[in-house]
């Protein structure tokens, strides 16, 4: 199943040649510092004109604008509050759920403070996360809530198709009561959703290891 879910998420991303990640890299890179990015500031730190820049979003699947149409999110990093926070740098930043917030380090190759809250007992869930995994969880016994989207609807609406589903729960308990209302759901382990997003991630990315 797993394995599945990789293949499932790796196609659902950006198919990127080697430029294209280091452009990804650099979008993760200015959304770190915990605002919007205009599009004129990514498109200079890229080299390209704002009219090529313009069309390379358009392409790309998984970015998020504001008001002002400026870079909100991509891929799971927000700039715009969620209910699920980390800290970077010493800036807070949101995830698009709580999934995401198991691969932020391995995107930023640094450790991460985290906290999201279980949707059934309304208990904090406090996390320190590195590159290499979950280090520190409170409580210990946290799962994750999961389902298995089709391909399509990912790349159509990713936040709207699967990650309202996903959360971090604060017991396999209170996962089973999640599952009564979620018949196509399941639940994972925190480190089989750490190594799922790292592989994603690693594969992405592959000409940039």
């Known amino acids: 199943m797993l394995s599945d879910l990789e293949n499932l998420f790796t196609l659902a991303f950006p198919q990127l040649d080697k430029t294209g990640q280091q452009q990804s890299m650099k979008l993760y890179q200015l959304l770190s510092l915990g605002k919007p990015v205009c599009i004129n500031t990514f498109?200079?730190?890229?080299?390209?004109?704002?009219?090529?820049?313009?069309?390379?979003?358009?392409?790309?699947t998984g970015v998020s604008f504001d008001?002002?149409?400026?870079?909100?999110?991509?891929?799971?990093?927000?700039?715009?509050?969620?209910?699920?926070?980390?800290?970077?740098d010493g800036q807070m930043l949101y995830t698009w759920c709580a999934w995401d917030l198991l691969f932020v380090p391995v995107i930023y190759q640094q450790s991460i403070s985290a906290q999201t809250q279980c949707?059934?007992?309304?208990?904090?869930?406090?996390?320190?996360?590195?590159?290499?995994?979950?280090?520190?969880?409170?409580?210990?016994?946290?799962?994750?809530?999961?389902?298995?989207?089709?391909?399509?609807?990912?790349?159509?609406n990713i936040t709207g198709t699967f990650c309202q589903y996903i959360f971090f729960i604060d017991s396999e308990n209170?996962?089973?009561?999640?599952?009564?209302?979620?018949?196509?759901?399941?639940?994972?382990?925190?480190?089989q959703g750490f190594e799922l997003g790292k592989n994603i991630i690693t594969k992405v990315f592959k000409d940039l290891q």
């Not at 498109?43 to 790309?60: D, G, M, N, Q, R």
């Not at 008001?67 to 970077?88: K, Q």
């Not at 996360?129 to 994750?144: C, H």
């Open 43 to 60: 498109a200079e730190s890229i080299c390209l004109t704002t009219k090529e820049t313009e069309k390379l979003l358009a392409s790309w």
């Open 67 to 88: 008001d002002e149409h400026r870079i909100s999110a991509f891929w799971g990093v927000s700039t715009s509050p969620t209910a699920h926070s980390f800290r970077l």
């Open 119 to 156: 949707p059934v007992s309304k208990k904090t869930i406090s996390l320190t996360i590195t590159e290499d995994g979950v280090k520190i969880i409170e409580p210990a016994d946290a799962m994750i809530t999961f389902i298995k989207p089709e391909l399509d609807a990912l790349k159509a």
């Open 174 to 191: 209170s996962g089973n009561d999640w599952l009564k209302s979620h018949a196509n759901g399941f639940l994972l382990e925190m480190n």
